[in-house]
């Protein structure tokens, strides 16, 4: 059951967005690449929760109420709101020295999906609603030393890092995947071993690949520094470098390049969905990475709800 306000969450409003904008869920399942039960559902939760209906059916298809029209200016403000946020996060500094009072500063690295990072932004907005909300993005291991130097509040990490004075609870984990363009070989393969993938002459090569340094982390059962994972970086793309087709660490570009067919990547799971790839688990070896909430042992989690905040990251 989802309690308070979690209804009105950024993929929920999404869906009634579409819905609204095409007419129809079964436009809007086609648009967005999701089930016509997934959106039924999403829409369903939403007027239970308000107690309201927000679309009325008849010959023309599908229109909002006068409740729904409500909601559709709520939802377009919303979007736009988030859309400022995450485009401000490009031009963001890291948090200096001076303490801003009623601010808080959260992190995420740019290896997360869109998609977890409008959750979690739309998550501490409502959960520090009094206070200014400023954001840092750079990777993992840059997060990781901000947190333990106190100079960020809370932080989302996908490395499995051990620091003393570092609280890290688990939010979820992120299977990596093939993911590959329409027509490829691999949408007929039953099971895909890495093997098969390192063997395609045509490689999307994004510069953080945290599927090597999970590879390498369940091999040597370790924990790798930020040298050791540039390292690790730098011998892939000498060994392999003749295959790749592009380095980037941007996660529409590589998406943009698998679906044009220019070549595969091995991304998590989370990415693929979230740009409509398409996509096959890796069977042999299977690896995830792990996704949580850090905050350095001085922080304490005031309103934090955990257990809401797995719910709205796995929606």
Not at 263 to 271: K, L, M, T
Request: with cysteine.
């Amino acid at each position: 059951m989802i309690n308070k306000y979690e209804f009105l969450n950024p993929k929920f409003l999404n869906y009634f967005l579409v819905v609204a904008d095409k007419g129809s869920i079964l436009a809007a399942s086609k648009d967005l690449r999701i089930s016509q039960p997934s959106i039924t559902r999403s829409i369903k939760i939403i007027e239970f929760n308000l107690k309201k209906k927000i679309f009325s059916r008849g010959k023309k298809g599908i229109q909002l109420t006068q409740e729904g029209q409500i909601l559709y200016a709520f939802a377009k403000k919303r979007e736009i709101e988030n859309q400022k946020i995450v485009t401000s996060i490009k031009s963001n500094t890291l948090l200096n020295q001076d303490k801003v009072k009623n601010q808080i500063t959260i992190g995420f690295p740019s290896t997360l999906s869109t998609l977890h990072k409008d959750h979690f932004i739309w998550f501490m907005k409502d959960g520090f609603k009094d206070k200014r909300l400023k954001v840092v993005e750079t990777n993992s291991f840059d997060l990781i030393k901000l947190i333990k130097n106190n100079k960020i509040n809370y932080a989302i990490s996908t490395l499995p890092q051990e620091e003393e004075n570092i609280i890290k609870d688990f939010l979820f984990e992120d299977v990596f995947c093939v993911a590959f363009s329409k027509g490829h070989k691999f949408e007929k393969s039953k099971k895909i071993k890495l093997k098969d993938v390192q063997s395609e002459s045509n490689y999307v090569f994004r510069d953080s690949c945290e599927f090597i340094y999970y590879k390498t982390y369940n091999e040597k059962n370790e924990i790798i520094n930020k040298q050791e994972f540039n390292n690790l970086i730098d011998i892939r793309k000498k060994n392999r470098g003749h295959a790749d087709v592009i380095y980037t660490e941007n996660e529409n570009t590589s998406s943009t390049c698998i679906k044009q067919g220019l070549g595969v990547g091995i991304i998590p799971e989370s990415i693929a969905q979230n740009n409509a790839l398409i996509y096959k688990p890796i069977d042999e070896p299977k690896i995830s990475r792990q996704i949580y909430l850090i905050r350095n042992k001085n922080t304490p989690l005031f309103d934090i709800n955990l257990n809401t905040l797995k719910k709205i990251l796995s929606l």
